[in-house]
């Protein structure tokens, strides 16, 4: 199969989804996604059990369904389409895997929008720990982040009250968590939030549209502190905050500015500092693109299925093969963006900075069904060139440093992004 014929996408431990804002299949996301389509429409109702399940006894499920309909109080509730939806759904969360789901068509269309970069919600990148559904991050310049909302804050209720909805988050699948937090901008939503050492407490916050463009770079003169006593060093930095559908166009057009950067500054340039944090991966085949940038061959990952296992090689030419790069990462860096990372940490390329990504590591393929609705299937496993599955435990940076709110407050550049770039310009290990 061709990557081109692949369209993967790579789901954080989160799904990448973005909560309405949330970085939702990301993984989110992450991690590999394949569409495929399936023509044949139902059009009449046939309780007859298919040859290849013929062990299985489905009477009980007609009879259920049946008494329901006959003896349920609350007639006008009874929705057929809304019961065979969860009854589907309820099949795949049998399995006991949050990334293996049902998507009715709503929640389908909503998570191609978010793989395209737009959103209606708050801007929370959403995933699972610990089987709690967990903030991986929150996005910039959005209601969440404004809020105070980071990443590792566990939601423990939603509340809306105009759908008329307050549930706790016990049990709950992205995907319902998606369409509580979504809604048009303007309108409330509230969140309590649990947070290491802290009473939960409740945040509430007013929807917004969410853009997002997943490629940044900007430059950068080190040392930053204006010490005339040392040469000045050019140093690019790329910020990604996923691998959607505009990534690999973005990222093109970073590296044209960070090739002609370096070509004019010669030996004064110091190489590239890649920012994964808070992104919550995406399509894999964006993750390879980029991944490709860095390498002149070899592989990048390899995924491992029930019965193969199938490399994925650098695609191209390297334009950023010879410049010197630098990681960051944290909790939030999931998925695709942990192929990127431990595949350049793996293969000796550079150097990660920061403390522990996420640990998604398994892969789904996302599959259009018929009528408009969607599933998301847990097909493989993805593995580092070096044969490491990082799924749970995240990439180890080679230079562990947590974020210093207090040191990075009002500051351009971060107390993790400055040690990175003197990782990169000192070259310390």
């Not at 937090?181 to 407490?201: A, C, M, S």
Request: proline share 4%.
């Amino acid at each position: 199969m061709t990557l081109q014929k692949l369209r993967n996408t790579i789901y954080t431990s989160c799904f990448l989804l973005l909560a309405g804002g949330i970085g939702y299949w990301f993984g989110q996301r992450e991690i590999a996604v394949k569409w495929q389509s399936f023509k044949p429409e139902v059009l009449v109702v046939n309780r007859a059990v298919p040859p290849e399940n013929k062990d299985l006894n489905f009477n009980l499920f007609w009879e259920v369904w049946n008494k329901l309909e006959k003896e349920y109080l609350d007639e006008g509730s009874i929705d057929k389409q809304k019961m065979f939806y969860g009854a589907i759904s309820g099949m795949t969360s049998a399995l006991g895997d949050p990334y293996t789901v049902f998507l009715p068509p709503k929640k389908q269309e909503e998570s191609r929008e978010e793989l395209a970069g737009e959103f209606g919600g708050v801007g929370i990148q959403l995933g699972f720990k610990d089987e709690r559904l967990v903030v991986i991050a929150p996005l910039d310049d959005t209601p969440a982040k404004l809020a105070g909302i980071v990443a590792g804050d566990f939601i423990l209720r939603i509340k809306d009250e105009k759908k008329g909805i307050d549930r706790e988050t016990d049990g709950i699948t992205l995907p319902e968590a998606v369409d509580i937090i979504r809604g048009p901008k303007g309108e409330p939503v509230i969140l309590t939030i649990g947070r290491e050492n802290q009473k939960p407490f409740e945040i509430s916050l007013k929807r917004d549209t969410i853009l997002v463009k997943s490629v940044d770079v900007e430059f950068a003169d080190w040392p930053l502190d204006g010490d005339k006593s040392t040469e000045k060093k050019t140093i690019a930095v790329v910020r990604m905050s996923r691998f959607g559908d505009r990534t690999v166009s973005e990222w093109n057009s970073a590296v044209d500015k960070i090739i002609k950067t370096a070509n004019e500054k010669k030996n004064n340039f110091g190489g590239l500092v890649l920012d994964v944090r808070n992104n919550p991966g995406g399509y894999l085949e964006a993750a390879i693109a980029i991944s490709s940038e860095f390498f002149r061959d070899g592989t990048v990952v390899e995924q491992k299925g029930k019965q193969a296992s199938q490399p994925y090689n650098v695609t191209k030419k390297g334009r950023l093969a010879d410049i010197p790069v630098a990681v960051l990462i944290n909790k939030g860096s999931a998925s695709a963006s942990e192929i990127v990372a431990g595949a350049i940490q793996a293969r000796g390329r550079g150097k990660l900075v920061g403390v522990n990504s996420f640990g998604k590591g398994t892969v789904q393929d996302a599959m259009e069904l018929s009528g408009g609705a969607g599933l998301h299937i847990t097909t493989a496993r993805w593995l580092l060139p070096n044969g490491n599955w990082i799924h749970d435990e995240g990439l180890k940076p080679d230079i562990q440093i947590d974020y210093d709110q207090d040191v990075s407050k009002d500051q351009k550049w971060d107390n993790q992004m400055k040690k990175a770039m003197e990782v990169l310009v000192n070259g310390i290990g």
